[in-house]
């Protein structure tokens, strides 16, 4: 049974790998990351990494994955362009020889370990509960040094994908609210006094005839903000 | 299954994503290639984990995976950068980092 799981587990996950790499499009090459992911999972299940596998499909294919779906709808998969000859040839080579030299490796070592089926089970390896205990006792400074890392991670990702103009740019994109709230209108609309009624608005235009209004007009409305350039962000 | 089977699959999966950045040169793919050569290594961890019948390598392997999450986190922000300044997204163009 477990052979079974395992070989079922092994196939699936090299055909997402080998997915991940022949696809042309960017999106399907995440979504065959997304299944390898799973298959990955199902083979830490089998090796009794309960919490690993747990995490691995809520983390990685959860969240991460997400995120890559996010940016590759918003970048598009755009024109794919060919690698160069050179390295369209010696890539795949390269990737053989290292295939061959890690299998000879594996067929040549002494270690009795890797031909075996490993330490006998023990109640309770890989449990969550066994996990947390060895992060928050033996390995609780990787655990901090991990967390920092992330808070460092996510920071320099705002700062990298910001716009960088600021918040300028944002105002100069919208000229037409701009030229909205400054058109001209008579003195004291919109103001805390003609709510409280203490300056009604409309009886002083009564008073003073249209001159109020040309005069309350503010005199910004001559130069006109400079249009965005379009595309230099 | 012996420990070794988990070993060559993760051999297989690590050449795969290792010829995956030498050839592709879109760098969100080059990106997920990382991601496999990356999860082949957890595999390997986790199987070398049950060996030793010890959880050591299974905290490895959720570090790496945090380590991993950091370095997606960091290379997205810096495609969607080049995006916006509307450089071609392709690793050979951009072989240099001035803005």
């Known amino acids: 049974m477990s052979a079974v799981l395992f070989f079922l587990a092994a196939i699936a996950a090299i055909t997402g790998a080998i997915g991940v790499v022949m696809l042309r499009n960017p999106f399907y090459s995440v979504l065959a990351l997304v299944g390898h992911l799973i298959a990955l999972a199902a083979l830490f299940m089998l090796l009794r990494a309960e919490f690993v596998a747990a995490a691995q499909v809520v983390v990685y294919a959860g969240a991460v994955m997400v995120l890559y779906v996010f940016v590759v709808a918003y970048v598009g998969g755009g024109q794919e362009y060919q690698a160069g000859s050179a390295l369209r040839i010696l890539g795949p080579l390269f990737a053989l020889a290292v295939a061959v030299e890690l299998c000879i490796a594996m067929l040549g070592t002494a270690l009795s370990g890797v031909s075996g089926h490993g330490a006998p089970y023990v109640r309770g390896f890989g449990t969550p509960k066994q996990i947390g205990r060895l992060f928050l006792t033996d390995y609780l400074f990787a655990f901090e040094a991990a967390s920092l890392l992330l808070l460092v991670a996510a920071v320099g990702a705002v700062v990298l994908a910001r716009r960088r103009r600021g918040l300028e740019a944002e105002e100069a994109e919208d000229v037409e609210f701009q030229r909205r709230l400054h058109q001209p209108r008579p003195r004291y609309t919109g103001s805390m006094a003609e709510s409280a009624g203490l300056r009604p608005a409309i009886q002083e235009i009564e008073e003073a005839g249209p001159a109020v209004i040309e005069e309350a007009g503010p005199a910004v409305i001559e130069q006109e903000p400079a249009l965005p350039t379009p595309g230099n962000d | ?99």
């Open chain 2, 1 to 99: 299954m012996a420990i070794g089977w988990y070993l060559a699959v993760s051999a297989i999966i690590f050449c795969i994503g290792a010829g995956g950045v030498l050839t592709r040169r879109n760098p969100l793919v080059i990106l997920l290639c990382l991601e496999l050569m990356l999860n082949a290594a957890n595999l390997a961890l986790v199987a070398f984990a049950r060996m030793w019948g010890n959880e050591a390598g299974q905290i490895f392997a959720l570090i790496v995976m945090v380590v991993a999450a950091c370095e997606v986190t960091v290379g997205l922000g810096l495609i969607v950068s080049i995006y916006r300044r509307n450089l071609p997204i392709d690793v050979d163009e951009l072989h240099e980092l001035h803005g």
